[in-house]
């Protein structure tokens, strides 16, 4: 696929994904920002109606203390119950809908005040409570009562702390259902006044008088949970799904570019064995039509040498086949390991002496160092041998100059080591992560400076494994490589 084509596919999916965890995100927050709207309205609907329940009750009380100072009797009483039912008319008048049990009954219906309770005899009883301290003029037990039932009524099921703050003490003086002394100011505190003092829940109470007494405060501890608690669902949801989509993007640009990676691996190695056998072909064709011509089919010698020739690019393309055959057959897992006591210096040496003609031929050096002290392993000679010579064949490719190129063991805590090291071009650490993938050659193009299928390093990561054991390699551009065998004792 064409570079330019992924990157605006990739671009376009970027795009819709950073569009659609956007638009979640401003739905979310704007469904989180009215559920707060709407539980704040809810709080201050319900601290209304408990202050209208206080002041509806003191105008009851003034009644019933003016009755009382008169000494009337059940006229009097009939006159304060219809009077009470005025004043519940003027307090559902503001939204008060519900009568508490406790309310005298109304009597005849409510035919209008006609009380014998004056105006002044009225307003006089009331200065006299309105001068009362704050605390004195709340019951406990009915603001309990009713901020209980107008916090249920509405819905919300939290833990939630009261208060009523007095001006003229400076303090909350009922906080939780207790009455706060005057002299316990570190007790207040400590009680959760701070937290009703910061509160932004708060309502005037007795807003009749000339100047509101107090307030009275309610604190959540558990707001932001509340707020989010229809939200969350949704939020998980959004999160668990947007993470679904995440991966899912994340692992397609991975299956993209890995299959861009294929495809030119695949490439490259058809391009490689293009050339691999190419050369032995054309030299078998023309030795072929060398034989068959009048001048050479009278020489014995020279028919000798061409088939010959024949006969070595034949064993060559023959090699190249059953490599890759091989490594079919180890990828199938459909091979067996002959094991056997194995000394590594004896493996180690025979290839030196196989493969140090190619490095002399480049005027280049191949040395040894053995210093393992127990070299013996239990592993498969052949497979063995093969793995030295391919990482000896590496090293000797990869040095574009005269190879330098050393083999090494020593004895480690799990077994033998051995080393080869070369001073050739190095590998990138982005081509180090894909060497020991089969077919995989650093993409070069159409060009072909080195030969090979890109199998050898597969072959040794499968027989490494094969014998439980490890393989590492250190290298850097420009500086050579370091490949590290590690096989158990």
Not at 39 to 57: P, T
Not at 118 to 139: C, F, G, H, I, N
Not at 158 to 171: I, P, T
Not at 432 to 441: A, E, G, S, T, V
Request: charged share 20%; aromatic share 8%.
């Amino acid at each position: 696929m064409n570079p330019r084509r992924i990157k605006l596919i990739i671009g376009l999916m970027t795009l819709a994904l950073g569009g659609i965890i956007c638009l979640q995100i401003y739905w979310i927050g704007w469904n989180i920002r009215l559920n707060e709207e709407q539980f704040d309205k809810n709080v201050y609907a319900a601290l209304n109606r408990v202050a209208g329940k206080l002041q509806y009750y003191e105008e009851v009380r003034v009644l019933e203390a003016l009755n009382a100072s008169r000494g009337q009797g059940g006229e009097a009483n009939r006159n304060i119950r219809r009077a009470a039912q005025h004043l519940e008319n003027g307090f559902s008048k503001r939204r008060v809908t519900q009568q508490p049990d406790s309310l005298p009954n109304p009597g005849d219906g409510g035919q209008g005040f006609e009380s014998n309770v004056t105006l002044w005899e009225y307003m006089k009883v009331s200065q006299l409570v309105d001068s009362k301290p704050l605390a004195e003029r709340v019951p406990l037990d009915l603001l309990a009562k009713s901020i209980q039932e107008e916090i249920e009524g509405r819905g919300i099921r939290s833990e939630y702390q009261y208060g009523v703050y007095s001006k003229a003490r400076g303090s909350y003086v009922i906080v939780n259902d207790h009455f706060v002394v005057e002299d316990s100011g570190p007790q207040i505190a400590q009680g959760g006044a701070p937290t009703l003092f910061n509160s932004p829940y708060k309502v005037a109470l007795f807003t009749q008088d000339i100047e509101s007494p107090g307030d009275l405060s309610l604190y959540f501890p558990n707001r932001t949970r509340i707020v989010l608690g229809s939200a969350l669902g949704m939020l998980s949801l959004s999160v668990v799904f947007t993470a679904i989509v995440l991966f899912c993007f994340w692992y397609t640009i991975k299956v993209i570019y890995r299959q861009k990676q294929l495809s030119e691996m695949k490439t490259d190695f058809i391009n490689n064995m293009t050339h691999e056998f190419k050369t032995p072909i054309a030299t078998i064709s023309l030795a072929a039509d060398s034989i068959g011509s009048p001048m050479i089919l009278g020489n014995p010698d020279k028919i000798k040498r061409f088939v010959d020739i024949i006969r070595q690019e034949n064993r060559r393309m023959n090699s190249q086949v059953e490599r890759v055959l091989q490594m079919a057959l180890i990828d199938k897992k459909d091979f067996e390991l002959s094991l056997g006591e194995l000394n590594l210096h004896e493996v180690i040496e025979q290839a030196v002496a196989n493969f140090s003609l190619q490095v002399e031929r480049r005027e280049g050096t191949l040395q040894t160092d053995l210093q393992a002290t127990n070299p013996v392993i239990e592993g498969d000679s052949t497979h063995i041998a093969s793995v030295i010579h391919n990482l000896l064949d590496n090293a000797n490719k990869y040095s574009p100059e005269k190879p330098d190129i050393t083999i090494s063991t020593r004895t480690v805590p799990i077994g033998v080591e051995i080393t080869v090291t070369d001073k050739g071009m190095g590998i990138t650490k982005e081509v180090r992560k894909h060497i020991f993938d089969k077919f995989y050659r650093e993409h070069t193009g159409n060009v072909h400076d080195v030969k090979g299928f890109g199998l050898g390093l597969s072959y040794v990561k499968a027989i490494m494994t094969a014998h439980k054991g490890l393989i590492d390699v250190q290298s850097e551009l420009g500086k050579g490589s370091s490949f590290i065998l590690t096989f158990p004792a």
